[in-house]
């Protein structure tokens, strides 16, 4: 059965034709089903602009490589609740972006601190036992993990990463979490009683396989903790720029908790967390698991039922709000083209780069300023803008600055008040407008 469209206009009708040659593209497919429980009863709920790949800030030499867009298309499961991406990227492709950036940035240690001790401080492993983590990436947690005496154990794909993470004192198989991978756990370190997997939850387009492993190497007193982004923080923050190829799946408690029962799991414990814009942990165990169930686990459910979470009418209401805010800063940025104004953008990351598409302002921006050097002399994804550091808004002067980073709008806006008493002006497009001069700031 075909996935159903949300009501038509001209841009859906557009992006039909985008969707049947995007077909075509070896690095793309599209699912039909729901990646949670395989129902077709699926709606798109709502679409954005279809976009380059948020996090393929490009080096000037590759330029000239093709400037591909995918949709970027929300569709909610009537079935089950979970809200998702059908629009695949083949994972190949997503990674080989990631030679232009880097896995570890500067709040990723202290996170995963915080997360090692409190895990540890709940769960209490046995000493000594062994700390499985699927996509294990550089081993960071996993080194966290050893710190508290437990034996760190990584599982990441990635042939590079897994060969220095293993060099570097945290063994890590280069494999997929499967069925052959749960075998060679279970044959050569027995069951576990600790396993962790973060963001590889949101990214991976088979997660059943990845739950029926995780489910077979756990003890019967076991605990499986993941992080994954937090679909009412996507919903209630407004941060619909959080949506992009990469993660495809937009968790709420509901459907993972069901999830998890098909797959011989069952959620303890949920609770929120501020990373990355909004995330929940989960705590799951087999199920008939020896841990109590929180009252947390319905009261979390509870909260995502009243604010919609599951209803096709929450999703119209938000892209609705979201359009008028684009038209609102697109007219804004128009005018300001008209007058021969010249315009810079604070921020380069993947959430600009959903942004940036979606409100189709791109063309109006000249070039882009972003704190992390990493980004600097690259050129942003889809519109080739290039980016510079923040220093260039004094030497360029732009006349208006828009903050597509706009979550970090408080901070930016104090640190580059001389920006402002230069005679700029800043504007932040959410969670409502604002336009920032020396005489308001
Ligand atoms: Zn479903």
Known sequence: MRPKQAAGSQERAALQGTFVNMNKSPFYTRRTTCRLCDSANVECVFQLEPSALAEAYLPPELAHEADERFPLDLFL?????HVQIFDVIDPVKLFSNYRYTTASSPGLDAHFRHYADEVVAKLAPPAGSIALDVGSNDGTLLRHFARHGLTPLGVDPAQDIARQATAAGIPTLARFMDADTAEIILNQHGPVHLCTANNVFAHNDNLGKMADAISTVLAPDGAFVFEVSNLLDTVEGLVFDFIYHEHLCYHSAKPMDAFLRRHGMQLFDIERVPSKGGSMRGYAQKLGGPRPISPRVAEYIAREEAAGLYRTATYEAYINRVNRLRDQT??????????????AGYG???TVTTLLHHFRIGELIDFLVDDNPIRHGTLSPGHRIPVYAPEAIYEKKPDVVVILAWRFADRIVP?????????????VPMPEFREYTAKNS
């Open 77 to 81: 499961c009537h079935n089950c609740g």
């Open 348 to 350: 380069a990351s993947a």
């Open 330 to 343: 697109t007219e804004y940025l128009r005018r300001c083209r008209e007058q021969k104004l010249s315009i």
């Open 415 to 427: 640190r580059h008040s001389e920006y402002l008493a230069q005679g700029g002006r800043f504007v």
